[in-house]
């Protein structure tokens, strides 16, 4: 049907989105690393710059997830980190402060975040997966019921 067809739409930008925001997010906990070994303030603003773009992407997901779950009620998914709060205690910590604890902080942020971003992906692939099965045997079963129509229609002709 259209409809799954649509969510199906919608599962492919979801997962589109949750890999783009899985690469920034290993980018940033790589520069963050380098961070941590007493990387240099280059480091350190390339790490701010993958957080503020996790940031924004996470604006975009929240929009796709909204969308995604009112089109498919069935299977609600939803992220347990949100755009407004992510990242927000330490980003300003990090720059005024920029010690190894709040580094330390950050990377534990940035792992979670990108633990959660696995799971919504993984959650995505297996709705997807469901729906494709169910698009295939409807699919199969119009088929079925095509075939059958044409071969009554010779009967009757």
């Known amino acids: 049907s259209n409809e799954i067809i649509d969510i199906l739409r919608l599962g492919d930008a979801l997962r589109h989105q949750l890999l783009r925001m899985m690469e920034m997010l290993k980018s940033a906990r790589n520069w963050g690393r380098m961070d941590l070994l007493g990387g240099s ?13 996790t ?5 975009e997901l929240d929009v796709i997830l909204r969308y995604f779950r009112k089109k498919f009620r069935e299977f609600p998914v939803a992220s347990r980190i949100s755009a407004e709060e992510w990242g927000q205690d330490f980003f300003a910590a990090d720059f005024v402060l920029d010690s190894i604890g709040i580094d330390i ?32 045997y409807m699919q199969e079963q119009k088929e079925s019921l095509q075939a059958e129509w044409v071969k009554y229609m010779e009967t009757i002709e």
């Open 105 to 136: 902080l950050i990377q534990m942020d940035i792992a979670d975040c990108l633990s959660e971003m696995e799971r919504l992906y993984h959650q995505t692939e297996i709705i997807c997966h469901d729906l494709r099965q169910k698009a295939d």
């Open 55 to 59: 940031r924004q992407a996470l604006v």
């Open 41 to 53: 303030s280059i480091s350190s603003a390339m790490k701010r710059e993958r957080m503020e773009q």
